[in-house]
């Protein structure tokens, strides 16, 4: 199925943040939620916040448990999807909600594989904001969220 872009988002702020604020992002469950991205350099980028679409996305991550799909998004440079090797990372922030619940931890799929390689906190690269957790990417066109099946929220 093709991505949907819903909305084209130009850096704001200090220049290097890329915004989506609650009330043009709806979860599949209808919760409103701000996210934001934040680069160490935006000189040719852009953010396409694509319609969440779960059949572009693994149900499952490695350990076959399933994933919750939090955002999904296209980070380009001059045009491409940005690659690892184009020097340019960025901070995610993420709601919270499954962040330290028993059986849960941080997926992205990196448009091969669920990877649990990162783990989010609620201090990093960038100062911590309430209600949300970050994480720092390298890559274009990743789908982000939580996998485990968890014991804890559902």
């Avoid at 799909?69 to 960025?90: A, C, E, M, R, S």
Wanted: hydrophobic residues 30%; neutral net charge.
């Amino acid at each position: 199925m093709a991505k949907v872009v819903r909305k084209t988002v130009s850096p704001h702020g200090n220049g290097k943040e890329f915004k989506l604020d609650r009330h043009d992002y709806q979860t599949k469950h209808g919760q409103t939620q701000e996210l934001a991205l934040v680069f160490n350099q935006t000189d040719g980028v852009t953010v396409e916040w694509l319609d969440m679409n779960t059949n572009d996305l693994p149900a499952n991550d490695i350990n076959n448990k399933p994933c919750i799909w939090v955002n999904y998004f296209n980070v380009k440079k001059n045009g491409q999807h940005l690659k690892n090797t184009d020097g340019v990372t960025y901070t995610v922030f993420l709601p919270d909600t499954y962040f330290n619940q028993p059986g849960y931890y941080f997926v992205y799929f990196d448009g091969t594989a669920v990877r649990t390689d990162k783990t989010p906190s609620r201090t990093g690269s960038q100062p911590a904001r309430p209600g949300m957790v970050q994480v720092d990417l390298n890559i274009g066109d990743p789908g982000t969220g939580w996998g485990g099946g968890g014991t804890g929220l559902k």
